[in-house]
């Protein structure tokens, strides 16, 4: 009995794999159809763009993309040798050679400070920042500046890099600054970008996982706030989440982790279709008179499923910017 049974399904085999290989095939081209991708022709002739993580991934596209489109693109890379690697390849696929490598790491407030003169001393406009780089899953680390270090490079070291930028960007206005967050942002309360404890690395209760979700939040307040305090200036901003993509920033995660999420890897964004979000949000004349809003698929969401009800506190907003500015030195 045993061994017709083991036939049996072995004969069945065969068939089940197929039918699984068919269905997850199907699914495949039904989301890769369905991605959204941005339409806009907008030629950047004559225009200044930096893009942090610029050197692969989400950066690295969004930064060809800008590139092909005429304009003058700063790579803003923490490796130099890999940021010149990518310049060679931006230069090559898109044929413009006004791309340059500038140092910056974000887990360095010193690094962030040193970047932003040199642009200010250097160029003459800055017309759209894409605050692109990211982390997820980096241990808990104080830095030097006394910050949690997921909270520098995800946080504290584009709003210091925003905030000094924003001479420049109001001088080059109309301009635009892009936050790239996650939909991880919905699932933490606004406890976690407010308590000290948790900015500067003093909360050792958080796996590594959940250290990336309030740096996302933090993205959105930041967004929601600076929408405010640039009203009128020709200055834009908007958040983004890019969706589930293939990136190398979850290559940090615990292997557990990452055997879990593999088999799902074939059904999400390739870097370049994650790209397409914040490309639109630079680029599109849909969005140049929207502001401090919220972008998945290149398409404005506001629900309350998928935004953080803290990023509609002006108090949360308010609060938590005057905190960045105090452990950033601004204030």
């Known amino acids: 009995m045993g061994d017709f049974s083991d036939s049996a399904w072995s004969s069945k085999l065969p068939w089940t794999l197929g039918v699984a290989i068919g269905i997850a095939t199907f699914l495949w081209f039904v989301l890769r159809a369905n991605r959204p991708k941005c339409r806009c022709r907008a030629d950047l002739t004559g225009k200044t763009v930096v893009v942090t993580g610029a050197n692969s991934g989400i950066g690295y596209y969004t930064a060809l993309d800008l590139a092909a489109r005429n304009a003058r693109v700063i790579l803003a890379c923490r490796s130099k040798t890999r940021g010149e690697a990518a310049r060679e390849k931006i230069i090559a696929r898109s044929g413009n050679k006004d791309v340059v490598v500038r140092v910056l790491n974000l887990g360095s ?38 910050l949690e270090l997921n909270f520098a490079v995800n946080h504290f070291g584009p709003f210091l890099l925003t905030n000094m930028l924003l001479g420049l960007l109001k001088k080059s206005a109309p301009s635009r600054i892009i936050n790239v967050s996650s939909s991880a942002q919905r699932i933490v309360s606004a406890r976690s970008c407010l308590d000290l404890d948790y900015l500067q690395g003093r909360h050792t209760s958080l796996i590594n996982m959940m250290k990336y979700p309030p740096t996302k939040l933090a993205n959105l307040l930041f967004t929601r706030e600076l929408a405010l305090r640039l009203k009128g200036t020709g200055v834009t901003t908007y958040c983004v989440h890019p969706g589930r993509v293939r990136t190398q920033i979850c290559r940090r995660l615990h292997p557990f982790l990452r055997t879990i999420f593999y088999p799902a890897v074939f059904l999400f964004k390739t870097a370049e279709e994650g ?23 290149c398409v404005q969401v506001e629900n309350y499923w998928r935004v953080n009800p803290a990023a509609n506190d002006p108090a949360v907003t308010k609060k938590f910017w005057e905190i960045s500015e105090k452990l950033t030195g601004l204030a």
């Open 275 to 297: 790209a397409q979000t914040s490309i639109h949000c630079a680029v599109s004349e849909d969005v140049k008179k929207e502001s401090g809003k919220y972008y998945i698929d």
């Open 109 to 146: 407030l010193e690094s962030v400070r040193q970047f932003a003169r040199d642009v200010i001393q250097t160029e003459e406009r800055l017309d759209i920042l894409v605050n692109n780089a990211g982390a997820n899953g980096l241990p808990q680390i104080t830095t030097d500046d006394g």
